[in-house]
């Protein structure tokens, strides 16, 4: 270390003044700048360096992170010095970078297709870009599909997200693929390859009219849906929900017990139990990681007596029985009657230091 330096105002004209000096002087390479928030002033200390030539700057937050949120001194203090320490081991480690241009591919990849995907492909298939949006399920929607209503107008779920799932189906600058997932990604900013795996759903979805009561009729495996989050049924050929997109059959091979009943009763031969996997190598500019939420397990605050007691409820279980689409067709039959009276305790789970997943509610009822 060259030179050390205090001074109250850093951030002001007569402060960055001194460091330009300094830097001129001493000729300085490197510089750490112990004091606010890097988001508020980190721009105006790199600006300053960068008009002298100097580009590896390092922000300590002595701050907001420290003097600000401690009340006792000394604590304050010794996390000071910590984090000016750090700083200035990580600093000596820092390589100037040179800015440079170079073209970008003038394509996205989407990953997840939920209503924070599907609006994040349709805002950029609407300024002309060709989208490649990727989802897990069978389906696009991801859990808004799941809800009734929506907060904080009340308006129908369904009714705000079908016209958006319709429109990824048919805009010519999305390039959909369902049941898949992103394998491996490889390149830089700018220059991405992805390569995508989408899984087969023994089902044709060039042939397959989406009417799935004739197959599934005919299927006599019945498991419980992931849809309904195990509070309805579906066969193993199933549609997640009758607003799929796309409205294709798929086969869960993982319950399918191969009888092909469904295969002889499709007549217009959609079945295809010899249908492999595709892989698709994509070029991207820009990937955005849309991939939603995972509901907290509560099984795991035992206390609430969720999976002990059927009366107990996740919000989304309760969200599917009072869905007018749900498996009980709006109706909340709980061990088989309507409860007169429901509480809800809410963020179960939200406060847990090793399951810091998602705000989860778990209704009881």
Not at 225 to 238: L, N, P, Q
Not at 258 to 276: H, I, Q, S, T
Not at 324 to 330: I, K, L, R, V
Request: glycine share 6%; proline share 3%.
């Amino acid at each position: 270390m060259i030179i050390a330096r205090d001074y109250e105002y850093m951030c002001s004209k007569s402060g960055q003044e001194i460091i330009k000096k300094d830097i001129k002087d001493l000729k300085l390479n490197k510089i750490v700048v112990a004091a606010c928030s890097p988001h508020m002033h980190e721009h105006t200390f790199r600006a300053c360096c960068a008009s002298e030539g100097l580009k590896c700057v390092e922000i300590a937050n002595i701050r907001e992170q420290c003097s600000w949120v401690h009340t006792a001194r000394k604590e304050a203090t010794e996390k000071a010095k910590a984090l000016v320490r750090s700083a200035v081991f990580r600093v000596a480690l820092l390589e100037p970078l040179s800015a440079s241009k170079r073209a970008v591919v003038p394509r996205a990849l989407v990953l997840g297709g939920g209503i924070a995907g599907i609006t994040a492909s349709l805002e950029l298939a609407n300024m002309g870009f060709h989208v490649y949006l990727v989802e897990k399920s069978t389906s696009i929607g991801g859990h808004m599909a799941q809800l009734d209503k929506t907060f904080p107008t009340l308006d129908c779920s369904a009714c705000i997200l079908t016209p958006k799932m319709s429109e990824i189906e048919h805009n010519e600058n999305i390039e959909l693929f369902t049941n898949a997932e992103v394998e491996h990604v490889e390149g830089s900013v700018g220059d991405f390859t992805a390569r995508i795996r989408v899984r087969s759903r023994f089902v044709s979805a060039t042939k397959c009219r989406g009417c799935i009561s004739e197959c599934a009729e005919h299927c006599p495996v019945e498991v419980e849906s992931e849809f309904d989050v195990g509070k309805g049924k579906r066969k193993a050929i199933f549609i997640a929900f009758p607003q799929a997109v796309p409205l294709v059959a798929t086969i869960d091979p993982r319950k399918c017990i191969g009888c092909r009943l469904c295969e002889l009763a499709c007549e217009f031969e959609a079945v295809d139990f010899y249908e492999k996997d595709k892989v698709f190598d994509v070029n991207v500019g820009a990937i955005i990681v849309a991939t939603g939420f995972k509901l907290f397990d509560a099984r795991k605050e035992p206390k609430y007596g969720y999976g002990k007691f059927k009366e107990v409820l996740t919000a989304l279980e309760f969200e599917r029985l009072s869905n007018a689409s749900g498996p009980t067709g709006g109706k909340i039959i709980v061990n088989g009657r309507e409860p007169k009276r429901v509480v809800f305790i809410s963020c179960v789970g939200s406060r847990r230091r090793s399951d810091l997943i998602a705000l989860v509610y778990a209704a009881c009822i």
